[in-house]
């Protein structure tokens, strides 16, 4: 832990970690408020899971675009220009009353304008510790990310149940306003500039490493997103047993995140990894009691914080400093596609099999996710001894002559 303390003390570090974890708390909060707020108004859950699909689509699109704009226009310029429009469309679903195909226009719109603040500070982190503290500041920002996952839901429930659905929305769009003007007013974002990209979007695809992140990033939220559906499945929508036990999975993560971050990274890291994840959701399918899925759970959430910084650093290490926002960007958008699908086929799986059959989907897309980087791990670089900032980028130097 030592290794962390030491990371905190660091100039800046820790509070650029918590203005982005509050700018991001949204992210918690918004998918249920929307689909409590949305089905109190049409009584239907079919019409909010459109708007959801919706909001879900304009946030993958945006992933690699709002994140390749700030080498552009600046980190700050575009961070201010999506927060004020996703800050809108928040306050028009939850005050303008619109059909449905309205709803889903000005949610498509919130979505497009996500403010791009995972692969903005995931950029500034290489500027900010020395490379031997880059691994472990990657992991502890994947597992602090948890508290989002694990206090979100609980607050937007608590909030729409007591006070209306209206107040939910506005108190994630007061996190994402507080939070995103800490964020940007933070020193370290206007003294960082992203280099313009040369190279087409979508270039940084054929990078393996990125390519790699990207997959079994989607595969890893995939199989989470499946076992939220087959606990909440499991123990009904206003079950508590669904709380408690979504919030051990999280706290596994968290736990593990912490202890498993100075781990070097090695071509089988991620691998490792997401065996942990793959054993514990495979153990999960044997039984559906409380107590089980706690401790089966635990422990597939144990190897999730420690595969995403894995994936990061990477990431991180594997491209220009240019193009590590859109990279970012992409593995954000392989992540946001893997929660919609996983959650599309485990909620087909239920109707037909129950709340056993989306923590099959779960264990299938886990596994699937420890095989291919086995089976790539040629494209997994190996960080022992390396450096885990992003290559520099170079510039022709002109010689003068005479």
Known sequence: ??????????????????????????NGMLSLAFLLHIEHITGSYGAAGLVLAA?????????????????????????????????????????????????????GIGGLATPPVQPAVRTI???????????PLFSLDASAQEIIWV?????????????GTELAILTAMAFLIGGGVWFIASPEVGRVRIPRSRRRLGAVLRRPPVLLSTVVGFLLVGACAAVEAGVVATFGEGGAESGLVLAVFAVGS???????????????????RMLIV??????????????????????????????LAAMFAIVSASVKFSETAEAYGWVGTGQLIGAAIGSAIAGFTIDA?????????????????????????????????????????TEPVQVPRG
Do not use: E
């Not at 080498?71 to 005050?95: D, H, K, P, Q, Y």
């Not at 759970?297 to 914080?305: D, H």
């Open 278 to 307: 793959s054993a514990g959701m495979i153990l999960a399918t044997l039984g559906l009691d409380f107590w089980w899925l706690c401790l089966t759970l635990f422990i597939a959430g144990v190897g999730i914080a420690p595969a």
């Open 55 to 107: 909001t879900s689509i304009g946030q993958a699109v945006a992933g690699p675009l709002t994140s390749r704009w700030m080498g552009v226009w600046g980190m700050r310029r575009v961070l201010t220009l999506t927060l004020l429009i996703s800050a809108a469309s928040m306050g028009a679903i939850a005050f303008v009353p619109m059909t449905v195909p309205l709803y889903m226009l000005v949610g």
């Open 151 to 163: 206090l979100g839901p609980v607050i937007t429930t608590f909030i729409a149940v007591q006070l």
């Open 1 to 26: 832990m030592s290794a962390y303390s030491d990371l905190l003390r660091a100039p800046g570090v820790a509070r650029i970690i918590s203005a982005q974890l509050t700018a991001r708390f949204p």
């Open 353 to 393: 099999y129950g709340a056993r059959g989306a923590l099959v989907v779960a264990a299938v897309f886990a596994v699937i996710g420890c095989v291919i980087p086995a089976v790539f791990r040629r494209w997994h670089p190996d960080l022992r001894g390396r450096d885990a900032s992003p290559i520099p980028d």
């Open 125 to 135: 982190y290489p500027k900010m510790v020395n490379s031997r503290q880059l691994t």
């Open 254 to 272: 968290l736990g593990g995140g912490l202890a498993l971050g100075g781990i070097p990274i090695t071509r089988w890291a991620v691998a490792r």
